[in-house]
């Protein structure tokens, strides 16, 4: 009997993992804690799957040691992923800032077409096989189920997600797994996901939506697009962008303090005149229906009123001086953010297996021989916009050409 390869997790990594082994004539077996493979990634992009981007800059990919695993994209680029898909059925379309999707802008057509080419090269799926613990045995693995099945594999790739959206399978017992068998785990937490805020005035601006830059003050990093105010604090593209350096925050108890520039486009000076223009032109209104038609309608009371300003005051009382004030405040609106939205929201779980325990060139672990590591279970994450599974595929690709 030929060697027999167990990939624990049916995720993205795991899956093209299987296919590159499989390609090479390998017997390929994925355990799959879910009742099906693919789950997640039929969530991804809002079931559209941005499974890459044109830009797969370093400065894109956060880690401890990510600079150790960036040179694996020389061995399994962007291209080769376009040309992976490509083979297997999937054509791409490029959309905005370089995201890259299936031509049919369905995940499940990603899911079907990987589990198609699995089973044309004879991968088995074994399902509602939940891996409670992985022993040296034989010179191989022995691999038990929580429900007590065991299966015997000669080589092993560990592609068991992170603890991200843990209803989608990953509940962060890839790390355990990898902890058994000699390796470390740097902290976890949760990214590109909401974030909860304290100001107490949040249930009345929920809903809105406006394009500003959000930015963490502690990281001096900033994201212009657009922000959505939820009952609890605030999500959208912007927020989940620099949610990984506000988790970092939260995550040791700390509050992060966050500022929106609520006009980017605008310069203070340009704001505060503008308010000067509209107060002294209208100032026969109060601000709150002074400002009603230059700023979001829902936004203007709880604004006015973090700025100790009275809704009700008729704008022609506003001084220059207070003009100013506002506008600079409209460009810096401070929040604090208490905690994100948790691992079940997030997208993503940064940190992980450490990355100098593994070797970039084949993805083997360099703590247990014939062990492989692939995906979000190691310490790299990517910012939103397909760079997290450019990361599955080609930490997994390489894992299967080289186990
Ligand atoms: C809602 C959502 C949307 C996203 N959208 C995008 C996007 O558009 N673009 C992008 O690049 N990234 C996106 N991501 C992130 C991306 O999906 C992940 O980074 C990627 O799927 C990680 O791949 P993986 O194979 O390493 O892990 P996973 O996809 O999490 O797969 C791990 C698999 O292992 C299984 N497993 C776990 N533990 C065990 C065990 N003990 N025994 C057996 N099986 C086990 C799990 O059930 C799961 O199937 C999104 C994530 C979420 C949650």
Redesign the pocket.
Known sequence: MGERIAV????????ISAIMAARRGKSIFI????PR?????L????G?????NMDLSVSHYHGEQKEAMMSTFEQFSKEDTIQFFHEIGIDLIQEEDGKLYPYSLQASSVVDNLRYEASRLGVTEICE????SIRPSKGGFQIT?YNGKTFQADKVIL????R??SH????G??YS?AQSLGHSITETFPA?VKLKLKEPFLKEISGVKWNGTVTVCQAQTSKVDEILFTDQGISGPAVFEISRFVSEQTVLGREAEIKLDLYPKLEQDDLADRLCQRFYTMGYKTLEENLNGFFHKKLIRAFLKSQSFDPGRFAETVTAAEAKQLAKALKAWPFYAVATAGYRE???CCGGVRTNEVDPLTMESLKCKNLFL????LDI??D?????????WTS?AIAGNHV
């Open positions: 624990i997790g049916g995720g993205a990594a795991g899956l355990l799959e804690r879910m493979t693919g789950k997640k990634l969530a991804t992009g809002n559209r799957c941005n499974l890459t096989f939940d891996a409670a189920a592609a068991a997600g992170g991200a959206a989608l399978g990953s509940n017992s890839g797994l590109l997030a997208q993503v692939a995906g979000e279970i994450d990517g939103c916009g397909g760079y997290n599974l450019q990361w599955a997994g």
